[in-house]
């Protein structure tokens, strides 16, 4: 085989990579779909984590777990170190949130979505067990521009005049949370509006970052392994996202400053996942900003999912409709 040939191969796995993701957060999606509204979060998570691994044991690649259900869920599956797919080609990083969105999914809310994504080996940032950062993410008229360290009103002129729209049209979107009402101040009295979400800043941090969304700005302190996730997307938009720890207690300083971390440092998209060749993939669990949630009708299951691949930044739509008795063992 020529070296063009074998190269040729190696993009076409790359390739069906992407549309393998997709398949695992459909099943994932179509599980925990199942307990939309029925105000049970850890049922919902339960069924999207063994729909998630049970599909992900029939990939053919060589995964291993570095951003899981973890130590904060106690998860049995899909856990911090879990070898995924057959083993076989490169080692790949890989990130996971059955639902990201859990609580949303049982309230029935918007924006709860299935997510993976994937890595070169050793490229997604390790936070060394600190939950939270600080985050600022925008799209790519606004990339080169924003700094978290500035303040709230500078960020929000410079996103305003890189998109060519007076200030009182941008919306930022805020995960609701006692912490957040001195930004939430800080951001009406710029004249902006804002999008208070309940969880699931997965999904709000990549509608920042793409067009016709109704959101320009993703602004607070969420977790950790979701902003890592989300930068796996976002190098597949142009976009950017920035990231500072913000550890919640001593303890947690204390084992970042163990770590090597500096807590003053703003890490950006590249930081916080190194390689270039990164997948995402997301199916929407409820409705939402960036997705429509899974529907049930009969005998169908309709899903709605994204798929991203940074090295050619390509993003693409899944429409896909599946044969519910197919799925009989996720019914509830």
Wanted: charged share 25%; with cysteine; hydrophobic share 40%.
């Amino acid at each position: 085989m020529s070296v063009s040939e074998a190269n040729e191969q190696n993009n076409q796995a790359d390739r069906n990579l992407a549309l393998e993701l997709v398949r695992v957060t459909e099943a994932a999606a179509i599980a925990g779909g199942n307990w939309v509204g029925a105000g049970d979060k850890n049922s919902a998570d339960g069924a999207a984590v063994d729909a998630m691994r049970n599909m992900l044991s029939t990939v053919h690649f060589n995964g291993t777990v570095v951003i899981g259900e973890g130590e904060k869920d106690e998860a049995p599956m899909l856990f911090n170190g879990e070898q995924l797919g057959d083993g076989d080609g490169p080692a790949l990083d890989v990130a996971v949130d059955p639902v990201d969105g859990t609580r949303l999914t049982a309230l029935g809310m918007n924006n709860a979505l299935s997510v993976i994504a994937v890595a070169d080996g050793g490229s997604m940032f390790d936070p060394s067990a600190v939950f939270y950062m600080e985050k600022l993410v925008t799209g790519p008229d606004a990339a080169d521009l924003v700094d978290l360290r500035l303040p709230v009103k500078q960020n929000l002129h410079l996103v305003a005049k890189a998109k060519g729209k007076r200030i009182n049209q941008l919306t930022v979107c805020i995960l609701d949370r006692p912490r957040h009402a001195q930004l939430v101040e800080e951001v009406r009295a710029t004249g902006a509006r804002t999008r208070m979400i309940l969880d699931g800043d997965v999904a709000g941090a990549i509608a920042a970052c793409r067009e016709n969304t109704g959101v320009d700005v993703m602004l607070g302190t969420g977790g950790t392994p979701e902003g890592i996730v989300a930068a796996c997307a976002i190098k597949a938009t142009g976009g950017i996202i920035q990231g500072r720890l913000a550890p919640k207690d001593d303890e947690e300083k204390q084992k970042a400053i163990d770590a090597g971390h500096n807590l003053d440092t703003v890490m950006t998209t590249n930081e916080l996942v190194t390689s270039n060749n990164c997948f995402f993939a997301a199916t929407g669990v409820t409705d939402g900003d960036l997705l429509r949630g899974v529907r049930y009708s009969g005998n169908r299951i309709n899903t709605q999912s994204i798929v991203m691949r940074s090295k050619s930044g390509t993003v693409r739509m899944v429409e896909a409709e599946h044969i519910a008795e197919k799925w009989d063992k996720y019914q509830r």
